[in-house]
């Protein structure tokens, strides 16, 4: 590295203090010591330390309450920490039971009274760093609620009178809930009548007869002590009077009194009561003075009996009233409600840990009303009679400690209190030493571009804090290159970094083994070459905005951005709007006048990001439409015209659109007239009874602009109709009956309203000249005893509730027949190929063909891709159906559509043919799938493209992987972009394995599937194996295996005679050019001559052994070898040396085999010589001799 580079040195410390000016780091750069305070420790996730201590911190905690049983004594104390807590319980301000280890949790002792418990308990947790205690809690001891005994009830009045029936359970510090039921335990029905108040008494605002019963049962349910205590039933006799009173004024049950005053706590609920009585049953509506109900948390409930707040807060305040009422008056109850609260905290202090020598402060702030005062202790005992330490103080009750020290371990206790109750917290303060340690990670790469800003991250942790050491391979200072920062966690910062500040960097903690390296590369800026250019463009063309950069090789995910006018465009279906090519080039799609606007291509790298502009404007549409001169049947339509952009206006289009007589949804823009450029308005001619809006193009030499904003509606007054339908014709299918029907008027002709179609009707040819009438709204319209096939003379006239249109021109038509044949539609569907060879045969001329002899019609005719072309697919629709699903059509095809029509006479003419395509899909898999193996660690895969590709070809994925049978291997991908390829090399492979080989084509739709093979290296030739001897008097028969994956290309042999037996060696001839086809060939050819030769030799011998080689089956010529015959010279020693891999074989004169063979080493796992026969796991071979040729051709 250069001096000019980065890789010097910095020397820092973590802690809350700002970095100094660089003259000044430069010169206390080794000398620098962290300052007094430097906050609270918070131990990072990454820091490894283990079994750290830890103060009590209170996880379960006691409440009050109130027990009836010795099950009910329950009073949970848990705490964490390490060590593991000891727990202690004070009882009335005494020591209460022994110390317990492992859970606090305090139960009734079975040998103890109940009444001992009473009083008030707070639990201390202790271990050696502190002491956290719980908030003081009052235990109440109560004896079951008993229901004394009771006279009965009776009470009677008169219907219309109010009453109160009390309930008066047992007292309890727990106040029971309260149900009024009868005797099965129902209960009694409420409403604004019949109320059950918050003291729990049935109040009747008034009496009816029906209200007359005997068990009127008031039953307490009292939770906290699991019973229900129903009172002596009351009887209630409602007497009838003949005289009952109509008149009874609103008065209150409850509250008593003009007003009341209610004190409420923050967070506790609130009901307000008011229960009226009077005749009729009086209505109660409640309001708060000064304010709106609905900003309180308030809810009326109870038939309106109840003002309900859940939860009470302070905006709750104020003055509410209720005012109950009925048609003989009113009567008003104010509530007073002041909103206090008991102590709730506003900020607590925080379980924190510190370095020694750092300043604590602990806030504790709380809020009440009235105001709480706040008290401090130190593990339970109050601080000052604890403590009178000068380094501590009380800001606004805050707890702040100077200069703190392992001593000062503790857990501190805030409590808040005021009249309304009290609250307490437990917060540690934690002095710590921890060994420190560097938290980021080592060998970091940090990627910058040239002239950006990079963070090298070296973040580390420690107590007290640690002081971070960078250097450089050069070691020199950087505190004084301006382009260095140094930052408090230890990183450093460098901007406007160059190609020399590449390089490796190292992180270390002074006096202390830990560092780490990190890694700068620096890369070139991207660069856009060719952006966006302004553009003017003829509306409807398209537009190419270019976006050609450079940008470093080395960086492989880019993305570019199109935006227009800085909103992000999303590239849509090729035939849409916006197009993104390959280069990166964006293509607007007819382009309209709302395209005028700037566009912008970002590139974005990993690193970096840049961006060029350009612009498309188009000629602007006109603007401001005025209707004026408004008549029954005309307007006059002015505007004003938009922006030429330099090219100058030539003409007007004016469109318009009816919208009274059809749904919103169909509404359409037609062309109504064209006007010179000079010209800005237009008189209009209008059809009666419409609704028109108009909008206003603009044409220049450049094209059209986009449409004007629609003009303001316009509606033209009824008339009676202007014209007839059209088309009239009678389709009668029926005998006897005369369907008469006509194309439907648009409603725009209607010119009014009450539009209907009169009907004339009568026979031909005849005498009568009257016409028969019939009004109807819609077509068809049918006549009944019309005669068979009977010819009629019809004619259709437009109505409406004006008058009638003109007269209508009568046109001939007939009744219906008497039998008719099945009808049917022929739909006839012929594929022309592939859409990127399209072919454009006519169907017309195929429909007619064997039209009486086609005994496959309704069949799919596809019999293969290049017979489909010709053939003709016909689907047949029965009866009247005018639809049907053609399925099993090819992808990326283009098929030609005719329909015919079918009845009893013959077949229609065809229609027009209807061209259309299917849509590209993924391919099918290749065709085939073959290899070779050029040496032992490669193979060369060879493949044909898919027989239906279904679109177009992009290329292919190749994929191998080892078999293995205890695990999956890794899968290695080979992606080939061009779709020309059709093999591939793959090198490096393991001989001794088998691979499983896949071939996967892609077109734009996706992949297809694979074709797969399963296949391995071959080997170098070795000696064949399974060498049998079948002997005679004067000859053998020798057979033998090759080996499974040896690429063999012939076989020596090698006999010699001795005294007793004759010895026979076979050897593998391969390797080199000898692996070529034409030499394969000619080898054989000679082979093949001189075993014919020696064979002839062998049979003229009349001493010594024969060596003959036959085949099993002489039937099969293919299937022969020759046998091979050496001169004598052969059979010495000497040439038997020659070869070193070889087959020995020993026979007695007899015949009789009495040796062995040898062989090479063993074979690969799964090559064994009863494995496969072939790399592709062909079946093995019989232990015979195999031909020659047979060895010739095998793949090599």
Request: hydrophobic share 35%.
């Amino acid at each position: 590295m250069s001096s000019s580079s980065l890789q010097r040195r910095w020397t820092a410390y973590r802690g809350w203090s700002f970095p100094a000016p660089l003259f000044i780091a430069a010169l206390l750069f080794l000398t620098l010591s962290p300052p007094v305070s430097q906050g609270a420790i918070d131990i990072p996730k990454s820091y490894k330390i283990h079994n750290m201590l830890q103060p009590p911190v209170l996880t379960a905690t006691p409440t009050s309450f109130t027990a009836f049983s010795p099950e009910d004594i329950y009073l949970p104390c848990e705490a964490s920490g390490n060590p593991p807590p000891t727990f202690r319980w004070w009882k009335d301000g005494e020591v209460f039971g022994p110390q317990m280890e492992g859970s606090g949790t305090l139960r009734a002792e079975d040998d103890e009274p109940l009444d001992s418990y009473v009083g008030t308990y707070r639990c201390y947790a202790k271990n050696t760093l502190g002491t956290a205690i719980t908030q003081t809690v009052k235990v109440i001891v109560e004896p079951q609620p008993v229901l004394l005994k009771q006279q009965k009830v009776h009470k009677g009045a008169f219907e219309g009178d109010s009453i109160v029936l009390s309930c008066h359970p047992p007292q309890s510090s727990t106040p029971p809930h309260i149900h009024w039921m009868d005797k099965r335990m129902v209960h009694i029905k409420q409403s604004d009548r019949v109320t059950v108040g918050l003291n729990g008494n049935l109040y009747f605002s008034n009496l009816l007869t029906t209200d007359s019963r005997d068990d009127y049962i008031c039953n307490a349910q009292y939770t906290a002590a699991r019973t229900i205590l129903p009172e002596t039933a009351v009887k209630l006799n409602v007497l009838s009077s003949n005289a009952v009173p109509q008149a009874r004024k609103p008065h209150f049950f409850l509250p008593s009194g003009p007003r009341s005053s209610v004190l409420a706590l923050r967070g506790n609920s609130l009901t307000l009561e008011c229960i009226p009585r009077g005749l009729p049953t009086p209505k109660v509506e409640w309001m708060k003075k000064d304010e709106s109900l609905e900003d309180t948390s308030a809810q009326v409930e109870n038939f309106g009996r109840w003002l309900y707040f859940s939860s009470v807060q302070q905006q709750d305040d104020g003055e509410y009233e209720c005012r109950a009422s009925n048609i003989h008056g009113s009567v008003v109850h104010s509530f007073s409600v002041s909103v206090e609260a008991a102590p709730y905290w506003v900020k607590e202090p925080q379980n924190l840990r510190y370095a020694p020598g750092e300043t604590v402060r602990l806030d504790c702030l709380a809020e009440g009303i009235p105001k709480p005062d706040i008290t401090w202790s130190i593990n339970g005992k109050p601080i000052t009679d604890v403590s009178s330490d000068p380094r501590l103080s009380f800001p606004s009750g805050a707890l702040v400690l100077r200069d703190v020290e392992f001593s000062d371990n503790a857990v501190y206790q805030c409590e808040a209190s005021n009249r309304h109750g009290s609250i307490l917290i437990n917060s540690f303060l934690f002095v710590v030493e921890l060994p420190p340690q560097i938290l980021s990670s080592d060998g970091v790469v940090y990627r910058v571009m040239e002239g950006g800003h990079v963070q090298l991250h070296c973040e580390s942790f420690g107590s007290p804090r640690p002081h971070v050491t960078w250097e450089g391979e050069d070691l020199v200072p950087l505190l004084s290159d301006p382009r260095v920062s140094l930052l408090t966690n230890g990183t450093i910062e460098v901007s406007n970094v160059s190609h020399e500040d590449g390089g490796v960097y190292s992180c270390s903690i002074k006096n202390s083994n830990s560092s780490i390296t990190a890694n700068l590369e620096v890369y070139n800026r991207t660069v856009i070459h060719s952006g966006p250019q302004d553009l003017q463009l003829l509306r409807g063309s398209d537009a190419l905005l270019d976006c050609s950069f450079y940008k470093d090789p080395r960086l492989h995910d880019v993305q570019v951005v199109w935006k227009k006018n800085g909103q992000k465009l999303q590239e849509s279906s090729p035939d849409d709007k916006y197009t993104i090519f390959g280069n990166r080039t964006l293509k607007l799609t007819n382009v309209q006048s709302h395209d005028t606007a700037a566009y912008s291509c970002e590139v974005i790298t990993s690193l970096d990001h840049v961006n060029a502009g350009g612009s498309i404007t188009v000629v602007d549409p006109p603007h401001h439409l005025i209707l004026s001169d408004t008549s029954d049947d005309s307007l006059t339509l002015s505007w004003t015209p938009g922006e030429s952009h330099n090219s100058p206006i030539t003409g007007f289009l004016v469109e318009a659109r009816e919208e009274q007589h059809q749904e919103e949804v169909r509404w359409r823009w037609e062309f109504w007239e064209e006007v010179p450029g000079d010209v800005h308005h237009r008189q209009l001619k209008l059809h009666p009874f419409c609704t028109y809006s108009f909008r206003v193009i603009a044409i220049n030499e450049l094209g059209r602009s986009s449409p004007s904003q629609p003009s303001a509606r316009h509606s033209t007054p009824p008339a009676v109709p202007s014209s007839n339908p059209v088309n009239v014709t009678s389709d009668s299918s029926e005998p006897g009956t005369l369907v008469i029907t006509w194309a439907e008027m648009s409603k725009h002709l209607h010119n009014g309203q009450d539009f209907q179609y009169k009907v004339f009707w009568r026979k031909a040819d005849s005498r009568d000249l009257h016409w028969n009438t019939g009004l109807i709204k819609s077509p068809p319209f049918l006549v009944n005893n019309a005669g068979t096939f009977t010819p009629f003379e019809i004619k259709v006239q437009a109505v409406n509730a004006l008058g009638i249109g003109p007269a209508p021109e009568a046109q001939i038509g007939h009744s219906g027949e008497d039998s008719r044949s099945p009808e049917r539609t022929m739909i006839y569907i012929r594929r022309l190929g592939s859409q990127d060879r399209r072919h454009r045969r006519s169907l017309g001329k195929h429909h007619l063909e064997n039209q009486e002899n086609r005994p496959d019609r309704g069949r799919d005719q596809d019999q293969d891709r290049d017979q489909d072309q010709d053939l003709v697919r016909v689907e047949v629709v029965w009866g009247s159906r005018t639809s049907v699903e053609v399925t099993e059509l090819k992808l990326f095809s283009q098929y030609q559509l005719l329909v015919t029509a079918f009845n009893r006479k013959g077949e229609s003419p065809p229609s027009m043919p209807h061209l259309f395509n299917t849509p590209e899909g993924a391919p099918g898999p290749p065709a085939s799938l073959t290899f070779d193996s050029p040496t032992e660690k490669s193979l060369i895969l060879y493949w044909t493209p898919p027989l239906e590709t279904n679109g177009i070809l992009l290329g292919y994925m190749v994929q191998y992987q080892k078999e293995v049978q205890s695990r999956d291997s890794d899968l290695t991908t080979e992606t080939i972009s061009d779709p020309n390829v059709n093999q591939i090399l793959l090198e490096n492979l393991d001989s001794s394995s088998y691979y499983i080989l896949k071939v996967i084509a892609e077109t734009k739709s996706g992949v297809g599937p694979p074709i797969t093979t399963r296949g391995a290296t071959l080997l170098d030739g070795v000696p064949p194996t399974n060498v049998t001897v079948v002997s005679c008097n004067t000859s053998f028969n020798l057979s033998w295996v090759p080996g499974e994956r040896d690429r063999n290309h012939g076989f020596h042999f090698h006999y010699k005679r001795k005294p007793g037996k004759t010895r026979i060696r076979i050897t593998t001839m391969a390797g080199g050019f000898a692996a070529q086809g034409w030499l394969i060939g000619l080898i054989s050819a000679i082979v093949l001559l001189v075993l014919i030769l020696l064979i002839l030799c062998l049979i003229k011998r009349s001493k010594g052994a024969v060596i003959q080689i036959r085949s099993d089956g002489d039937e099969k010529r293919s299937d022969s070898q020759p046998s091979l015959c050496n001169e004598s010279k052969l059979g010495s020693d000497d040439s038997l040396a020659e070869y070193g891999d070889s087959v020995d074989i020993q026979f007695n004169e007899d015949g009789s085999f009495i040796g062995q063979y040898s062989g090479r080493g063993p074979v690969p796992h799964g090559n064994e010589s009863s494995g496969p026969a072939s790399p592709v796991n062909a079946a093995p071979p019989p232990p015979i001799a195999p031909s020659m040729s047979s060895i010739l051709n095998r793949p090599s």
